[in-house]
């Protein structure tokens, strides 16, 4: 199964851009790249999901370069109700879904 | 529409005893999925069903733990008997299709299991 590596924990302040990055290096061509947000106490919450070049939704930007090898979550403008874990993962043609260790973000005043 | 349900919230057992968590997936979801997400972990997938039929429960200790999903709809995990190590939250998750391409899954709240 291909493995995921993001950083342990991230602070940011209040009103900047927040860029996440995921490492894959062994994504298999039919993974899709999914990010995942958790909240203590909660269930983790689907955030965006991609395969390749740049996808953007409400809340959130995926950037995945043409090699597939790395992704970057953008959460532009985080607020202190972004602090949380983002958990990237790959997904597809094998059923199993691996969530790593996740990204503590901590946003701060 | 409703979300993912799951009872009990909070459970505290002794080790040997065992335990039962039900959920209630998304109205229509056809792929149930069972987690365990022990403290400062992300979650690691248990089981997952597609309709009632497993599609995967390679990562199910298979000596205590079982779990079934009835006529489709709801599913029930069972541990028995538990260790301590069993100490985690249980999460439930359901997604529309097959969860073949990485689908949106959609999480229950948890049932946070305290083992003694």
């Known amino acids: 199964l291909a493995k995921t590596t993001q950083p342990i924990s991230m602070d940011s302040y209040e009103g900047q851009e927040v860029n996440i990055t995921c490492s894959h290096n062994?994504?298999?061509?039919?993974?899709?790249i999914t990010w995942y947000q958790q909240f203590p106490s909660q269930g983790p919450r689907f955030i965006i999901q991609?395969?390749?070049t740049k996808v953007t939704n409400e809340v959130a930007s995926l950037f995945i370069p043409a090699d597939r090898k790395s992704s970057t979550l953008s959460l532009p403008r985080v607020s202190l109700s972004d602090t949380a874990v983002y958990y990237c993962?790959?997904?597809?043609?094998?059923?199993?879904?691996?969530f790593g260790k996740g990204t503590k973000l901590s946003v701060i005043p | 529409e409703a979300g993912v349900a799951q009872s009990p919230r909070y459970k505290i057992i002794e080790k040997r005893q065992s335990v039962a968590f039900w959920c209630n997936p998304i109205?229509?979801?056809?792929?149930l999925y069972w987690y365990q997400q022990i403290l400062g972990q992300g979650p690691k997938l248990l089981i997952q069903?597609?309709?009632?039929?497993?599609?995967?429960d390679s990562q199910l200790p298979k000596d205590r733990f079982s779990a079934e999903r009835l006529k489709g709809v709801d599913s029930t995990l069972k541990i028995q008997p538990a260790k301590l190590e069993d100490s985690a939250v249980y999460l439930c998750?359901?997604?529309?299709?097959?969860?073949?391409?990485?689908?949106?899954?959609?999480f229950g709240p948890g049932t946070r299991l305290t083992v003694t």
């Open positions: 998750a359901s997604s529309l299709g097959l969860g073949i391409t990485g689908e949106e899954q959609y």
């Open positions: 062994n994504i298999a061509t039919n993974d899709y």
């Open positions: 991609g395969y390749k």
């Open positions: 993962l790959l997904g597809a043609g094998s059923y199993q879904l691996t």
């Open positions: 109205s229509g979801h056809a792929t």
């Open positions: 069903f597609q309709n009632n039929g497993v599609v995967d």
